[in-house]
């Protein structure tokens, strides 16, 4: 059943009154009493229908996301969350449209934002490259005044109103630390493989991997970064030539995607010793490789909760409402073979 303001009234001892002034962002809440509600709000997994009004006020929706068409489970799961939300988009009085571009390719993400400003939506969700002209074409959407969230990787200096993704620097830490204390203590190499560093996503992992190796654990050696662009058979030949190259190897962090190639390499591999491997993603591919003991961790966010945190930010930002960043952060979660669903 989901939560009502009357149980969030009730969990945080004040009145149906004081719960819809938090809700619609009214003046007249203590800020002590507003953090009280905010928290019984996440608690609950309250999240705020605005259909019912928007139906009565004919209002409606226009949504564009712009997503890479990367040959990915990752990619692929996001676009499939993309395509269920526009399924049920008429619960909402929202029409969304799917622009796809190539990955990694900034040139063609900006044209399509230009394209999507042209439409004159009501918010614009992308996957962001981190690249100058990327941001100037985010920054006419603003000058538009059409909203604009970032997807999983976010973008620099652009005056985009949100980001719907995790605390990528927090992720890259979480997997050093999981490396670390997985591994014998005894130094020796560390590969990474990303997918670019075009994209802010991977080179905040990067950050947040090489700060805690360097400070806590220092005699592990990291090789120089293998770039796959998240293709599969590019990474596969990336991570059979370093396994090769480097037959002691003692672990591999994947920041990025194209997993199916990184565990085809790690099965065909004929070390003795198999290096401790963290990915990102759970998808099919790689909770059977967790499952095998061919990966030891795997990071995961939710691609659904990001779709859904964009598409609320975008109704809100349309409607001039605040944002309750609580009820929008997304969670990391780790899997080991010991916890998966």
């Known amino acids: 059943m989901k939560p009502t303001v009357h149980d969030i009234a009730s969990k945080a001892g004040v009145s149906l009154a004081t719960v819809d ?29 605005m259909a019912a009004a928007n139906l009565a006020k004919g209002r409606s929706y226009a949504l564009v ?31 969304i449209r799917i622009i796809e571009v190539p990955p990694f390719d900034a040139a063609a993400l900006s044209q399509a934002l ?8 009501s918010g614009v969700a992308f996957v962001a490259i981190d690249a100058e002209d990327v941001v100037e074409a985010a920054d006419r959407l603003a000058d538009s005044g059409i909203a604009a969230v970032t997807l999983v990787s976010d973008l620099t200096g652009s005056r ?12 890259g830490r979480t997997a050093a630390s999981l490396m670390g204390r997985f591994l014998p203590e005894k130094g020796g190499d560390v590969a990474v493989l990303a997918g670019s560093m075009l994209v802010k996503d991977h080179r905040e992992r990067l950050a947040g991997f090489r700060s805690v190796i360097e400070d806590e654990f220092p005699d592990l050696n990291l090789l120089p970064v293998l770039e796959g662009r998240d293709d599969p058979e590019t990474v596969q030949k990336l991570v059979s030539e370093c396994l090769n ?12 995607a194209g997993n199916r190639g990184l565990i085809k390499a790690l099965k065909s591999s004929r070390q003795q ?5 963290i990915a ?25 909760h990001e779709v859904r945190s964009a598409i609320r930010v975008l109704k809100a930002r349309a409607d001039g409402l605040a944002v309750i960043d609580a009820q929008e952060r997304i969670r990391i979660d780790i899997f080991l073979r010991d916890n998966l669903p």
Do not use: W
């Open 114 to 121: 230009d394209v999507a400003r042209l439409e004159k939506p």
């Open 245 to 256: 190259a480097n037959p002691d190897l003692l672990g591999l962090y994947s920041l990025g």
């Open 160 to 171: 985009r109103d949100h980001f719907a993704g995790i605390d990528n620097v927090a992720a």
């Open 273 to 277: 010793t198999r290096p401790c491997v």
């Open 280 to 304: 990102h993603e759970l998808t099919e591919n790689t909770s059977n490789a967790l499952a095998e003991g061919v990966l030891d961790a795997v990071l995961n966010q939710d691609a659904g």
């Open 21 to 49: 002034r938090v809700i619609n962002l009214r003046p007249g809440v203590h800020a002590v009493t507003r953090a009280k509600v905010e928290a019984a709000i996440v608690e609950l997994g309250y999240v705020r229908d």
């Open 65 to 95: 996301f712009i997503l890479p068409n990367n040959d990915n489970s990752f990619m692929a799961g996001l676009r499939a969350e993309v395509r269920a939300a526009a399924s049920r988009s008429y619960i909402d009085r929202t029409s």
